[in-house]
């Protein structure tokens, strides 16, 4: 296992608890006196360090064994909610697990347009999750009422 620093193993914990690596930075650095686009910048050099990534990837892998989650098993889960929804004449659910799929499998990425300049105010608990996040938990945890998130549907 490659050496880290105490910092960076905290980084990746945090990353690993909140998936969002600006807050992960705050958690493991002293980031108080910084701008919102100084940590995002520096949390985004972090990842792509080359020791951080094999952490976090391991983490990951770990992480996934154990809860015995795999691309395989996603994607059969998702099918599954696919199948429901269009038994149930539920289009809009229908579509978004297709999306999620396609998302799984790496065919569709989100892009979203950052404001670097943005006064960015934050609070040091983790980063709530894109509504996306949340349809897909609810998907994958058997919710049947739930909509799929707009960004999903285009």
Known sequence: MT???IKQEKFCLAYMETGNASEAYRRAYNASGMKEATINVKASELLKNGKVAV??????????QRHEITIDSLTEML????????????????????MAIAKLHGMVVEKKNV???????????????????HWLARMLGGASDSEAPESLLH
């Open 3 to 5: 050496k880290l620093t």
């Open 55 to 64: 952490r976090v990837r391991d983490l990951a892998s770990a992480h996934a």
């Open 79 to 98: 099918k599954a909610d696919r199948e429901l929804a269009r038994t149930e004449k539920k289009s809009a659910d229908a579509i978004a697990a297709v």
């Open 115 to 133: 404001d670097v300049n943005a006064d960015h105010k934050h609070h040091h608990s983790a980063e709530p999750l894109s509504e996306s996040a």
